[in-house]
């Protein structure tokens, strides 16, 4: 008979649920880049990028706090500790950087969608979170490589 595997506990899920966050995240810069070139569906498409960027925050919390649950059990040494500490630095970051991205972000939309804003000034607003979107990207890629490193170099693995 068939029967559904189980959930592991708390911190190992931390596998699980990482890779959402990254590609929600990653994703936000493209829809931004399209509210700028396609002035016709600017509305939509910033919009859009707003709902990902929600799940990807969401999602990036919920990340990092199995990523520190699981950290309280993973096996430690002097080669994996700054690893593990730069991976922890890097992804505590994005995800601060993406809940304050997400507030003003969230207003900007507010704000755009009832049409208070110029269009020199949306044009100006989108590039500044399209870079800011960037940067956050960049802290990410390298935050994932180090969680990378301790799975593939080092051998660490979740509980299930």
Known sequence: MF???????WEGLHPLVIHFPIALIAVTPIFILLAIIFKEQQKNFTISALILLFLGTIGAIVAVETGEAAMTIAKRSAEINPVLLAHQTAMTSVRNLSVIFLIFYSVFTYFFVKNKFKRSLVFLLQLIFLIYSGLVLLLMINGAHQG?????????????
């Open 148 to 160: 990378a490193r301790l799975v593939h170099e080092f051998g660490i693995q979740s509980v299930m």
């Open 3 to 9: 029967q559904l595997p189980t959930l592991p506990p």
